[in-house]
């Protein structure tokens, strides 16, 4: 008999953000007594870095540039071929989703992946109404517990329904970036674990799996959001699940293309290069990241350049390995650049180097001329209308600390 599949995910969740994961702010018991008899997958991915393009790989099966999309902009189908919902629905379960409602109304637009026999749960009242952002000021950081108490009242009420379907259940809870009554990325983390302990009073550990459709940049490089960038607090996500491959950690890389092999509907395969993408192939801010046992080469369409970085020596993403020499700027001089820093594996990286640029030209595919041109001309006309707002609001910006 098939098992229940119980998915619990967070928007823009970062590794992190858990105790399991190193976190030493948060408690988080229900995670951890899940990852404690479960597996913790150290490496895991995002195949896209919006949660539209990763809901879209995640329930095809498929990295973003094996679709026929072309842009983000929820005129093309969901893609082609069987989605997980349309899988899970032919081995007989009972096929459930539950968003909030801005998914419901924008983002499902762009996702159009939720299978013919999905039953989806429209979940009112769980993100929060902040009240419009004053220029130059704080906004109120006071947590309002009522407002998540109801949050988390309305999704126990839905567990409960679920529990009374007869059927093996197939459940994926998508949790907003913020639940109702806090105030910021990451400050829901409690809140998160406690409707994780929802389902677990309700339904076996076993079935249980813990993770997110992206991270999110927390100050990272000077970003504090999410969907243009390929960086790690971005790509690698958490996840937890019941007892994998009898180990405790997974230390190889995995993606979230692989979600009914991870959900042993089908047999594991490991991948030999993991992939994401910030946007679809005639848009100009497309940056593609594919990553090869320790290293993850980068190509930012719209500077035309490449970043290649060895993701365990340089967990901050910060030396670029792809070109041999760099220009200091304030000596205005060329240096080499194996002679400026200590790294010892040269020969390791050029050799990962190679496999990748050769991986990266069998996926890497632009539109026609006239496709690209328009498009960039259209980017460019929003970058301009972005810059000159930008310049108004700085000539308003009181320096407070003088």
Sequence with gaps: MIRNV?????????????????NTYWKTPNIDALAEK????????????STAMAFTAMA??????ETDRKLYDGSESGGNGQTLFDECWKLGYDVHIAWDDSYTSFAKHHFKCE????????????IPKHAPHITVSFDDLTFKEEETENAVQLIENLADELCTIEKPLFFWLHMPHVVSGRNSYDSDIDVFDRIIGIFRERFDDDCIYVSAD?????????????????????????????????????TFPTTNVQ???????KPFKKQEFVICETAYYVQPCRKLAIIHNNYKLIYCKEERKYYLYDIIWDKAEELNLFYPEFYD????????????????YWGEANKEKE??????????????????????????GKLIVSRLMQKKRLKNIVNIGK
């Design 6 to 22: 119980i998915f619990l995910t967070k928007d823009a969740l970062r590794c992190e953000a858990l105790p399991v994961y190193g």
């Design 38 to 49: 479960g597996t913790v997958f150290e490496r895991h991915y995002t195949a896209g870095g």
């Design 60 to 65: 095809l099966g498929k990295y973003c540039f």
């Design 115 to 126: 299978g013919e026999h999905t039953v989806i749960h429209s979940l009112n009242q769980i």
């Design 214 to 250: 992206h991270g999110q940049m927390n100050g990272h490089k000077g970003k504090f959001s999410y969907g243009y960038d390929v960086d790690e607090s971005v790509m690698r996500i958490p996840l937890i699940t019941p007892k994998w491959m009898d180990l405790n950690r997974i």
């Design 259 to 265: 979600l009914d092999e991870i959900f042993e509907l």
């Design 329 to 344: 700027s304030d000596r205005h001089t060329w240096h080499s650049l194996n002679q400026r820093f200590y790294y010892p």
């Design 355 to 380: 496999l990748l640029m050769d991986e990266m030209k069998l996926i890497w595919k632009n539109g026609s001329i006239s496709e690209e041109l328009y498009q960039r001309v259209l980017h460019r």
